[in-house]
């Protein structure tokens, strides 16, 4: 079964340090890594995704790591702020059916001011 | 421009009622997914739609579970004779011309089964 596994669950992270949540995957067939995250209340939203092509993707204080031989990538939030206090979850999806998104069970992120 | 419109927000339902959760998707857009979120869980995708065609509904529950898109109007998601596993939050998501682009998601519909 299509999996993606997530760490760590929660995450509690001081003003101006780095976050850093991690995801592994088995399907070799996926082919697109998005990051979403998600605040109480509202539905998730596209935050940087990633195709297998590159090893890393950035896009200000949001940075994506791909290790494809070990089936891994990460999302690290760099001068993390209170203001990304949110879920934030890993997504996988295949070539042909990138509607499909397979998710991680989440990581909730705390930055403390 | 307005996002994906889900309502209700939140819904109470007893055993053994129906449920109708409506998604009206971006303006202009055409493909629509739902997904489901149980608690501490991450979301997991059920069907996918375009106006009146049923594309991929492989994540959805045979029974029980229906969907549609049509012509005019909102997308439902009903589910029949509700249990208590279908507690969850239900989020519809739409992308514009394909399935290939950004899916952007509405704020769900919380269901509570008592």
């Known amino acids: 079964q299509q999996q993606v596994k997530q760490s760590p669950q929660s995450l509690i992270v001081q003003k101006g340090g780095i976050s850093i949540i991690n995801c592994a995957y088995e399907n070799t067939a996926f082919d697109y890594f998005p990051w979403y995250q998600q605040f109480p209340g509202k539905g998730p939203a596209l935050l940087i995704a990633i195709r297998p092509d590159v090893s890393e993707k950035k896009e200000g204080r949001f940075t994506i790591s791909f290790n494809k031989s070990a089936k891994q990538f990460s999302l690290h939030i760099m001068d993390s702020q209170p203001g990304d206090s949110a879920t934030y979850f890993c997504?996988?999806?295949?070539?042909?059916?990138?509607?499909?998104?397979?998710f991680g069970k989440g990581t909730l992120l705390t930055v403390n001011p | 421009n307005a996002g994906v419109m889900q309502n209700p927000r939140h819904l109470v339902r007893r055993r053994g009622q129906e449920a109708r959760l409506r998604c009206s998707p971006m303006?202009?857009?055409?493909?629509v997914y739902w997904y489901r979120q149980l608690p501490e869980e991450g979301l997991k995708f059920m069907v996918y739609?375009?106006?009146?065609?049923?594309?991929?509904e492989s994540g959805m529950p045979k029974e029980r579970f229906s969907a549609e898109f049509p012509k005019e109007g909102p997308s439902i998601l009903r589910i029949q004779q509700v249990v208590r596993g279908d507690s969850a939050a239900y989020f519809c998501?739409?992308?514009?011309?394909?399935?290939?682009?950004?899916?952007?998601f509405g704020p769900g519909t919380r269901l509570l089964v008592l």
């Open positions: 997504a996988a999806s295949i070539q042909g059916s990138n509607y499909k998104l397979t």
């Open positions: 739609l375009q106006k009146e065609n049923i594309i991929d």
């Open positions: 998501a739409s992308s514009q011309r394909s399935a290939m682009e950004t899916q952007y």
């Open positions: 303006k202009g857009h055409s493909h």
